[in-house]
């Protein structure tokens, strides 16, 4: 731990550090309902992987049948070790003061088959105790039901290319909902779906096509479960159900018109293709007329983009109770030419716009990562717009760093100047945020990175068998954060 001093001082330098010409930290107390958090996934913490009979999942079998599709050949086997040391997890969490800790179930530990014929004991013995520790601390568990760690045994049916994906993770989260809805009052279904549907086929192939069945499948499987919810759960647990959408925040390259229409493109493609049918019910127009327009140019009978019916767009219709958006970094829009009609054709052709980050931008240590935590504010108030001004809860944000060293100097300025960012749009928009989770409480296996890219505010040390945790600046700051409500560590303090 660094002497206080020393993180008073630290912060008046991070304080100075700016981000846009009119950066200024925003000194403003959060209101007293406003929740503080922080977060992980099944598969980047719990190790554990074949243990008290949990089955193979995909990312298991692909860390062992191909290392080399890992930066450093790793796998999460052990991971953080959190399914033996669950209850150092929480200790840490409880030391930070958050609110919620947001973590995911593994589907292969509670239903090593991936069906509900079988339930695993020990599986659902792990995560009630987890919930009777967190609630012991009194911190508000939010459980994401999958976190991209598919059972093998359903990815050898098609996963989420076989329309029968949408009851398979029905039976999934009802399952979930009765054995544990007692404990959680929030859930989500999915974490990021459109990452999930870009990288779902292999090498990346997925030809404009398989991308579009795969979200198609489980949106309605996120409706189908969030209908369950409502119809059997709802009354007496009293929880609240949504889904956990991702999206750069996007920016018009220029002020030019053609360049404010591509941008209001992208966002429909990329947070509107999960966010409308959610909310609005159907998917974006732009999607509907630009996917269809391709598709009959390209010689076909009907849109590579599924339809709804309208049973399936009355169940997608307000099936998320909040806003849950992950966000990490920002990116300028440009109006392009029209792409031609060619083979294979490519969603990034039905999008027709491009975007890029300044050579300028401030880099992280993984790619699409800069630093521009100011496109927050233009990214809430687009949610806020088009959905009807929900109650939106960041779910995850942070920034890497490939040492894991203590002094994190560049993550506290990262973490403040969101949430600097995040004040000033819920007081001067007026736009409803109503929580912030950072990624992550400690470092974890960062999927293709492996080990080589850290999000924590507490290191782990990978190479030792207790895994052992230990605060990092930003664990301290963001304490301070939890335990004051107030972004500045210095005499002024917070305006309330
Ligand atoms: C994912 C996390 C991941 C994080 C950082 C998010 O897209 O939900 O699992 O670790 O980004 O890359």
Same mark, same amino acid.
Request: charged share 25%; glycine share 6%; hydrophobic share 35%.
């Given at each position: 731990m660094i002497s206080i001093l020393k993180f008073a001082v630290l912060m008046v330098f991070i304080a100075s550090y700016s981000f846009a010409d009119d950066y200024v930290l925003n000194r403003k107390r959060f209101p007293p309902n406003f929740l503080f958090g922080a977060a992980t996934s099944a598969y980047q913490v719990e190790g554990a992987w074949n243990e008290d009979g949990k089955s193979v999942s995909t990312w298991d079998n692909t860390t062992h049948a191909d290392p080399d599709s890992i930066a450093d050949g790793s796998n999460g086997d052990v991971a953080c070790d959190s399914y033996h040391k669950y209850k150092e997890d929480v200790a840490i969490l409880k030391e930070t003061g958050v609110n919620h800790y947001r973590f995911s179930l593994a589907w292969t530990r509670i239903l090593p088959t991936g069906f509900p014929d079988q339930i695993n004991q020990a599986g659902v013995t792990y995560y009630k105790n987890l919930l009777r520790e967190l609630r012991a601390n009194g911190i508000e568990p939010f459980v994401t039901i999958y976190h991209w760690d598919m059972p093998l045994t359903l990815q050898e049916r098609n996963g989420l290319l076989n329309?029968?994906?949408?009851?398979?993770?029905?039976?999934?989260?009802?399952?979930?909902?009765?054995?544990?809805?007692?404990?959680?009052? @929030?859930?989500?279904?999915?974490?990021?779906?459109?990452?999930?549907?870009?990288? #779902?086929?292999?090498?990346?192939?997925?030809?404009?096509?398989?991308?579009?069945?795969?979200?198609?499948?489980?949106?309605?499987?996120?409706?189908?479960?969030? /209908?369950?919810?409502?119809?059997?759960?709802?009354?007496?647990?009293?929880? /609240?159900?949504? @889904?956990?959408?991702?999206?750069?925040?996007?920016?018009?390259?220029?002020?030019?018109?053609?360049?404010?229409?591509?941008?209001?493109?992208?966002?429909?493609?990329?947070?509107?293709?999960?966010?409308?049918? #959610?909310?609005?019910?159907?998917?974006?127009?732009?999607?509907?007329?630009? @996917?269809?327009?391709?598709? /009959?140019?390209?010689?076909?009978?009907?849109? /590579?983009?599924p339809e709804f019916t309208e049973a399936e767009k009355v169940a997608l219709n307000g099936s998320a109770d909040f806003f849950a958006l992950n966000t990490y970094s920002t990116s300028l829009v440009v109006a392009i030419e029209d792409p031609p009609i060619s083979y294979p054709p490519s969603r990034d052709q039905d999008m027709g716009v491009t975007n890029y980050q300044p050579d300028e931008w401030e880099n992280s240590t993984m790619n699409g990562m800069k630093v521009a935590p100011w496109g927050i504010r233009p990214l809430l108030n687009w949610i806020n717009d088009h959905y009807n001004q929900p109650d939106i809860i960041i779910t995850e944000n942070g920034t890497p760093d490939n040492t894991g060293t203590l002094q994190d100097v560049k993550r506290v300025s990262l973490i403040q100047s969101y949430l600097s960012y995040i004040r000033d749009t819920m007081e001067q928009d007026g736009v409803n945020v109503i929580g912030y989770t950072v990624w992550s409480i400690m470092d974890n296996f960062e999927w293709t990175q492996g080990y080589s890219q850290k999000f924590g505010l507490y290191n782990v040390d990978f190479s030792s068998p207790n895994r052992t945790r230990t605060p990092k600046l930003s664990a301290q700051y963001y304490k301070n954060v939890c335990q004051t409500r107030c972004l500045i560590v210095d005499d002024y303090g917070c305006i309330d």
């Open positions: 329309e029968s994906f949408i009851d398979w993770f029905a039976d999934y989260a009802a399952v979930c909902f009765d054995l544990f809805g007692d404990d959680v009052k @929030i859930w989500t279904t999915f974490n990021e779906p459109k990452g999930t549907c870009l990288f #779902v086929v292999p090498n990346n192939k997925t030809e404009g096509s398989l991308e579009y069945i795969c979200a198609h499948n489980v949106l309605r499987a996120h409706a189908k479960a969030y /209908r369950i919810y409502e119809k059997r759960f709802k009354a007496t647990q009293d929880g /609240r159900v949504g @889904i956990v959408l991702d999206s750069y925040s996007f920016v018009p390259g220029s002020d030019s018109a053609e360049n404010i229409t591509a941008t209001e493109t992208t966002y429909q493609f990329e947070l509107g293709w999960f966010a409308n049918p #959610v909310f609005n019910g159907d998917y974006p127009e732009i999607m509907k007329s630009r @996917i269809g327009a391709r598709s /009959r140019a390209e010689g076909r009978k009907s849109s /590579r983009l």
